[in-house]
């Protein structure tokens, strides 16, 4: 029966719970554990896939469709292990659930409450399809003292309680700040958050503490002390140069240890940490730099973009070099100022990434016309890819009208919106001005690879691969004979023949455009084959610029 750690966070928000809890994961599946992770979002919407990516960051999708948080990509990331619907879910979800069963009439005319009725949903489905698993690690969004996620504390201090030590941890994810002025690290904020847990009912086992400085032993037993916990288990968390080292780092201050110790589980041996060692090491000695333009709308917020910049450093793992990103806004190269496409002089590649509405479209399709014209490597994912084909028609195909009818109606609608789908046997329906939510295309579907293309090479000579979707347009088949005829063909369609998956340039040194995103499967042991190739790509360029 599996054994849940259960991760909070306290003192502020933003400390890295996400790359704690997937380090964690990391560390037990080194130690031969099989790990699943899980996040609950304590906000009301019913998952993040309406959420601006400014304010909440890259939605991440799962193979079977879940717009999910993006500590789900972290979690998959360092664990290797896929994400499903069940492994994330938010207040929106459990309540749209409950009261949906109340208006069936499932409580039998009972009054519905928060307790039991939200917390017995809650860990109803913390618990869901967990068995054949050692650990699940269970990741509580928000900051203890918040009054969101008090649902979510209680329906955790009620399964510490029916599950008893033997099953349950409590993990709490700190801040120890230092204060210049007294030269000192302070802990009385860890102190604090720890009480307020206590007053929920909730005593931590394990306390990860973050700090930019080593914690002395004098400041871990005031800890320990105050926050009843044993001085071994105050575990400094101190701040990485890589996310992928912190793994590493959580082993030498002892986290495995400690967590095995309170299950009364063997702690001793090493756990096999080779992975992460030829990682960090790839990181830190690289051979060599590229420069990727990135070229997008939320270029300013990172995030947006979390799961495409760690893809990204995976392809410089891969032929080890470091990867200088520049995030370039669109939107500069729409005045026809002549300095701004000097930006992109010298890149080693162009990346046009996913994106929504109209504005900066100008932008990204010259962009890719200057990766088409200077051959520079080009990757153009989703809505890059939509608008590598449109400028394709636009300035070699003659079709000058030529646009995607996500900004309106138009007369040469190569890309466009499919009111029908076909998934497996299901039909899905999809109508013009219906629901934002779940309208997409949504997780994993296969595509067939063109025998003799780049992208079949790339993917190292596989005819089917199966990625991850997220989009409401496609691009209209019907223009396929004119964009090849030009010089963009269609080298990877769904089996069917009907969607176009992916295009690609026989005319120039890499030039790909794919509809799904590939970045969401990458790993850092196992860099996604796209994302390998590119920056392979980016190496050759930068040897001739
Ligand atoms: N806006 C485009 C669509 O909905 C592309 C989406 C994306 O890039 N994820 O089809």
Known sequence: ??????????????????????????????????????????????????????????????????????????????????????????????????????????????????????TDAIKEAIQAETEGYDFVLVEIGGTVGDIESLPFLEAIRQMGNELGPQRSLFLHLTLVPYIASAGELKTKPTQHSVKELLSLGIQPQILLCRADRPLPENERRKIALFCNVRPESVIPALDADSIYSVPLQYHAEGLDREVLRHFNLSFYGEPDMRRWERIVHAIRNPEGEVTIAVVGKYTNLLDAYKSLHEALIHGGIAHRVRVKLDWVDSQIFEGGDAAAVQRLEGVHGILVPGGFGERGTQGKIEAVRFARERRIPFFGICFGMQMAVIEAARNQAGIPEASSTEFGPCAEPVVGLLTEWQRGNMVEKRREGGDLGGTMRLGAYPAVLAEGSLVREVYGGVAEIRERHRHRYEVNIAY??????????????????????????????????????????????????????????????????
Do not use: C
């Open 1 to 118: 029966m599996a054994r849940f750690v259960f991760i909070t966070g306290g003192v502020v928000s933003s400390l890295g719970k996400g790359i704690a809890a997937a380090s964690l994961g990391a560390l037990l599946q080194a130690r031969g554990y099989k790990v699943r992770l899980r996040k609950l979002d304590p906000y009301l919407n019913v998952d993040p896939g309406t959420m601006s990516p400014y304010q909440h960051g890259e939605v991440y999708v799962t193979d079977d469709g879940a717009e999910t948080d993006l500590d789900l990509g972290h979690y998959e990331r360092f664990t290797g292990v896929a994400a499903t619907r069940a492994d994330a879910f938010t207040t929106g979800r459990i309540y749209s659930e409950v009261i949906a069963k109340e208006r069936r009439g499932d409580y039998l005319g009972g009054t519905v409450q928060v307790i039991p009725h939200i």
């Open 480 to 545: 396929r004979e004119r964009l090849e005829a030009a010089g963009l063909v269609f080298s990877g369609l769904s089996p069917d023949g009907v969607l176009p998956e992916i295009v690609e340039r026989p005319d120039h040194p890499w030039f790909i455009g794919v509809q799904y995103h590939p970045e969401l499967r990458s790993k850092p042991f196992d860099p996604h084959p796209l994302f390998a190739g590119f920056i392979g790509a980016a190496v050759k360029q930068a040897r001739l610029v």
